[in-house]
């Protein structure tokens, strides 16, 4: 796979083109031809972000080139929409629709050509994206002075994305990310609801779970070599067609598992449409946290190895459905952990609960923390900082230094996908009721969860899916969702604090 940077002059003068074509088949093919050039754009851009993280982030050629092909894909989009809905009111507008389909027909109609300020902000939010990225990985930076940088990239970032949010005709960005961005059906108003009826399990975690010695015990490591042996021997125990997808990857080369020493510090997989490939990519740390973490990707793997993107232009994702493949297969895989983990499989137990129910938790505390922050875009760094400490400890979180008031501009996601986090929560809470399924039955478990990854999360909504596959959404009985699974981290946490001592 090779990407390159791309000319823009022909593709400007191909959508000029398209906007005033003749005949119907004149339109198809030039449609088709611009679609297939933004595609390939898009696989580029996906191509360069994967080699800058790869570089550790730190490559200054590779920043600029991802700066630089993401501001064209951003063009390109913007070309081919508003050609294409401007050929839609031509001459062969009735033929020309017919081919397209009524969906698209129906989402191109009504586009607007982006603004210059609109293409200057959308530039303007990856450049500083790219900023928060170098920051994060310049070595030596202090926590107070990455703070004052942090903070204004923040900042800035919030004051771009509320007027981004103002033209788009949303009142609060928030409602726009949740609605457009990440394709939720619910509200930020219902997420508020949520973080006020989690805040009293979370403080019962952060009192007895949080800051158990579990913690601090000497962890089991995997090598990258070992972490795809693993996932080669399970994928087959998952289903048929994972494995299909286990294979694919590794044949093809379709992953990069590196120590988090020289890639940057992020786990992610993401789609190269091109050639519909999904790629996996996974910064190691040396811990039971690799485990999870490469589960987690694989679950994203599986589900688009089985479910192609349907339309490379009008398709998005329900966000909370894709985390709900990735966090239910870490919850399905503890039930593997005596296997992998030998004597330590209970100490890794502790680990992956933990991590599931600090998703819940930390779902809610990012959301409250820039669901504020987006409605106050005129406070200081400091502001910030105190807001954040304020809501992280109506959840119980205990903040031991001042330094703690900046655990917020640790999490790219506040910068990079803002509002992303809660779908960690909702799915989360999904995921924990198959971990309770699969304690009693691991089979059943397992075959609804590849019942789940085959309704993939196209063109569904998180509520139809989880009443589609039986079980409990967090507006119906948060309780019977949260408290066991808490009580069970308290126990095994107990547990362990006694053998220890008994040891
Ligand atoms: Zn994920």
């Known amino acids: ?88 009111t031509g001459e062969a507008s009735e033929e020309f629709s017919a081919f397209l389909g009524d969906a698209r027909t129906a989402d191109l109609a009504d586009y607007e050509q982006m603004t210059d300020r609109e293409s200057e902000l959308l530039s303007r939010e990856t450049e500083l994206k790219l900023s928060y990225n170098e920051l994060s990985e310049r070595k030596g930076i202090g926590a107070a002075a990455m703070n004052r940088e942090a903070g204004e990239i923040f900042l800035e970032l919030i004051r771009v994305r509320n007027e981004l949010a103002q033209i788009y005709g949303y009142d609060t960005y928030a409602n726009y990310a949740y609605e457009n961005v990440y394709g939720r059906d619910y509200t930020p108003e219902d997420a508020a609801a949520l973080c006020e009826a989690v805040k009293p399990y979370a403080r019962a975690y952060f009192r007895d779970c949080y800051y158990s010695q579990a913690f601090h015990a000497q962890q089991a490591s995997l090598s990258a070599e070992e972490l795809m042996d693993m996932l080669r021997r399970y994928a087959p125990r998952i289903s048929e067609r994972a494995a299909e997808a286990q294979q694919y990857m590794e044949r093809n080369g379709l992953y990069i598992l590196e120590s988090s020493d020289t890639v940057s510090e992020v786990g992610f997989t993401t789609l190269l449409p091109w050639y519909n490939a999904p790629f996996l990519f996974d910064a190691l740390y040396g811990g039971f946290y690799d485990v999870t973490s490469v589960f987690h990707e694989f679950g994203h793997y599986y589900d688009a190895f089985v479910n192609p993107e349907p339309d490379p232009l009008t398709t998005s994702g329900s966000y909370d459905v894709f985390e709900i493949h990735s966090t239910a297969l870490e919850a399905l895989a503890m039930g593997w952990y005596d296997e992998i983990f030998g004597s330590k499989a209970d100490l890794a137990r502790i680990h992956t609960l933990d991590g599931l129910i600090y998703n819940v938790v930390s779902g809610c505390i990012y959301d409250e923390f820039l669901r504020y922050a987006y409605d106050h875009p005129d406070m200081t760094v400091d502001e910030v900082n105190r807001a954040y400490a304020n809501i992280a400890l109506s959840y119980g979180e205990e903040l031991y230094s001042l330094s703690s008031r900046y655990g917020w501009m640790y999490v790219s996601h506040n910068f990079e996908s803002p509002f992303y986090y809660i779908s960690y929560a909702a799915s989360s809470l999904v995921s924990l009721q198959f971990l309770s399924l699969s304690e009693k039955d691991p089979e059943a478990a397992m075959k609804l969860y590849n019942t789940l990854v085959e309704i993939g999360a196209y063109g569904v909504s998180y509520e139809k899916v989880v009443g589609q596959i039986g079980l409990t959404l967090f507006t119906e009985d948060l309780d019977g969702i949260m408290a066991g699974p808490v009580d069970e981290l308290i126990l095994l946490c107990d547990r362990y604090e006694h053998s220890r001592r008994a040891a």
């Open 1 to 88: 796979m090779s990407r390159e940077l791309y000319d823009m002059s022909a593709f400007r003068a191909r959508a000029g083109e398209l906007e005033s074509a003749a005949s119907a088949g004149e339109a198809e093919r030039l449609y088709s031809l611009l679609l297939d050039d933004y595609v390939r754009l898009r696989t580029w851009s996906e191509l360069a972000w994967i080699d800058f993280y790869a570089s550790g982030g730190k490559d200054a050629d590779l920043s600029d080139t991802c700066q630089k092909i993401d501001d064209m894909v951003t063009e390109a989009g913007d070309l081919l929409f508003s050609s294409a809905s401007k050929a839609l």
